[in-house]
């Protein structure tokens, strides 16, 4: 055997790793360029005061917004960019086309008092986000924040989960239904899970966390403890 012969194997183990170093460093590059966090929801649902007491440590009045909110929040040094869309539904969907693109997480907020007479609402406007082609490869983390809990008539976080739980296994399945008459070939990506199982969150293809939340009360205080634990892990 020639000495030619010999080094080829081991150039091309050499090679290899070259290759696989660099894969691994152009991954980290592409990651570490989403800063974005999105914050979405319905109407009304709190996202601007929550934004606000955030951002700026203060109670604002809101209002039907048509614009998006930006600011940075720092967390030791870290910062991502905090972006508050519009919740009317007529514009929300443009909003999200235009920063999805860079999106490391995404807050979705709730009203727990209204949720359910807004559940098909809510239900559908998070299933559009989550069998969104974007967002599915990317695998941006999803914080449901379940706000008002200073209400008394607030569900709970876990009561919230199975609702939402149980209309989206209604709205997947709803779905698929019609791709399949339509003999559409698009709907792998409506499936969200084991579609042979009732759906679950635990099942997606991103991460998902629950909490509660609210942003004003009548004596002046704020809890966003858990989503400023969320946001710290998320800059780090």
Not at 19 to 40: D, H, P, Y
Not at 80 to 89: C, E, M, R, S
Not at 95 to 117: A, C, N, Q, R, W
Request: aromatic letters at 8%; glycine letters at 4%; proline letters at 2%.
């Amino acid at each position: 055997m020639s000495s030619e012969e010999s080094f080829s194997p081991i150039l091309i183990a050499l090679l290899l790793i070259f290759v696989t170093i660099i894969i691994f460093f152009l991954k980290r590059i592409l990651k570490s360029g989403k800063r974005n966090v999105l914050l979405t929801g319905l109407n009304e649902s709190g996202k601007t005061l929550i934004y606000s007491q955030l951002l700026h440590n203060k109670h604002v009045t809101t209002f039907t917004s048509i614009q998006e909110n930006i600011d940075e929040y720092h967390v030791e040094g870290k910062s991502v960019t905090i972006i508050d869309l519009p919740g009317f539904h007529s514009i929300r969907q443009q909003f999200f086309e235009k920063h999805k693109e860079s999106t490391k997480g995404i807050i979705y907020v709730i009203d727990s008092v209204t949720l359910p007479k807004n559940i098909r609402d809510v239900a559908n406007v998070l299933y559009n986000i989550l069998t969104d082609p974007v967002v599915m490869k990317a695998k941006p983390e999803l914080m449901i924040l379940c706000n008002k809990q200073d209400q008394t008539l607030a569900k709970g976080s876990s009561v919230i989960k199975s609702m939402l739980e149980k209309e989206l296994n209604t709205l997947r399945n709803t779905q698929l239904n019609q791709l399949e008459q339509l003999d559409s070939k698009d709907n792998a990506r409506y499936k969200l899970g084991d579609v042979s199982k009732d759906f679950s969150f635990s099942n997606l293809y991103c991460k998902v966390e629950f909490a509660e939340s609210f942003a004003f009360n009548k004596n002046g205080s704020v809890d966003l403890q858990a989503l400023k634990v969320w946001l710290g892990r998320l800059v780090n």
